[in-house]
């Protein structure tokens, strides 16, 4: 079936440091691609995403490209700030499982240090 | 804009107690589904709802009841709480089909003593 993998946690970096946390997944279908952000008690918010291969999706300074040749989607920005620290999940969703439902990754907590 | 609102924040039961957690949606969307999430296991599905009537199971349905009478709502069950229903549960909606972003309700930790 349909998985999604992720780098295990937690990340600790300083700010300013490069990040990336790696995701691949697997996949019978052509899935889409999501990384959704959680804030410390609060419910998860998409973060960006991905609808087909090569696609790169963007926002507020993080980027992940959609790569099929290696099924995955690791997620990059290139100075991390104190206000990025929050638990980070890569999803997956096709249409050919239970009417398109969202597969999740364990999540990737990440601290940012000043 | 209300988004997805989830009832209550924080929930004690005793072992056996019954309760609902309500979950409400104003966006008008299709699919409503409902979450646990656990330490080092991401966010697992309990039951999903497609439109209002229909509902199906997740990965992990056991001691747990849905229902979607109306488009808005989709309240979650549990009918005899156990100590391994000890999480905090997520509702989530969005519209039909593989590209949409889910809304998140901001969740409700539940501890079963």
């Known amino acids: 079936g349909n998985s999604v993998t992720q780098m295990e946690g937690p990340v600790t970096l300083s700010e300013e440091a490069f990040l990336t946390i790696n995701c691949t997944y697997t996949?019978?279908?052509?899935?889409?691609l999501f990384w959704y952000v959680q804030y410390p008690g609060e419910g998860l918010q998409l973060l960006l995403k991905?609808?087909?291969?090569?696609d790169k999706g963007s926002n507020k300074g993080f980027e992940a490209t959609y790569r099929k040749e290696t099924t995955s989607f690791h997620l990059e920005k290139g100075s991390v700030q104190v206000s990025d620290s929050a638990v980070y999940f890569c999803?997956?969703?096709?249409?050919?499982?239970?009417?398109?439902?969202?597969?999740f990754g364990q999540g990737t907590e990440l601290s940012v240090k000043p | 804009n209300a988004g997805v609102t989830q009832t209550p924040k924080f929930q004690v039961l005793k072992t056996g107690q019954s309760m609902t957690l309500q979950c409400a949606q104003d966006?008008?969307?299709?699919?409503m589904s409902w979450y646990r999430q656990d330490p080092g296991m991401g966010l697992r599905l309990i039951h999903y709802?497609?439109?209002?009537?229909?509902?199906d199971q997740g990965e992990v349905p056991n001691g747990y009841n849905v229902s979607r009478s109306t488009t808005e709502d989709f309240p979650l069950r549990l009918l005899s709480a156990a100590p391994s229903q000890t999480s905090v549960y997520f509702c989530a909606s969005r519209d039909l089909g593989r590209n949409t972003e889910a809304f998140f309700g901001q969740g409700t930790r539940l501890t079963v003593v």
């Open positions: 999803a997956l969703s096709d249409l050919d499982n239970q009417g398109g439902k969202l597969i």
């Open positions: 709802s497609v439109g209002a009537g229909i509902t």
């Open positions: 996949a019978t279908g052509y899935p889409s």
């Open positions: 991905a609808t087909k291969a090569d």
């Open positions: 966006m008008n969307h299709e699919y």
